[in-house]
Nanobody, 127 residues
Framework: QVQLAESGGRLVQAGVSLRLSCTAS????????MGWFRQAPGKEREFVAA????????YYADSAKGRFTISRDNAKNAVYLQMNSLKPEDTATYYC????????????????????WGQGTQVTVSS
């Protein structure tokens, strides 16, 4: 089992930056592929970014490219999502997800590929 806990979400104004953190426990973190997803009210959960266990492969949704950066620190059992130039449409609950296998560009974007999920952290961007 893997337990995931997100933090860092809050109410911010458009244009600012925010960093989300996700810490993991229960399994060897360095063996996990990690992903960030988000879900706005009334919408499906959508892929934001993913990173393989070594950090060698990183994938982004088109909406995140150029503004968001995913990174991980295996020594701290943590994965981060740096979000810059936030927009009101980024408002959502952001979830951290993990799976104990390697994902590629296609599979990393599917929520069904992940076995473990955090409870989410709310990000609200006001205009």
């Amino acid at each position: 089992q893997v337990q995931l806990a997100e933090s860092g979400g809050r109410l911010v104004q458009a244009g600012v930056s925010l960093r989300l953190s996700c810490t993991a426990s229960g399994r060897t973190f360095s063996s996990l592929s990690m992903g960030w997803f988000r879900q706005a009210p009334g919408k499906e959960r959508e892929f934001v970014a993913a990173i393989t266990w070594s950090g060698a492969n990183i994938y982004y949704a088109d909406s995140a490219k150029g503004r968001f950066t995913i990174s991980r620190d295996n020594a701290k059992n943590a994965v981060y999502l740096q979000m810059n130039s936030l927009k009101p449409e980024d408002t959502a609950t952001y979830y951290c997800a993990a799976v104990d296998r390697v994902l590629d560009r296609v599979t990393s974007a599917s929520p069904r590929r992940y076995d473990y999920w955090g409870q989410g952290t709310q990000v609200t961007v006001s205009s």
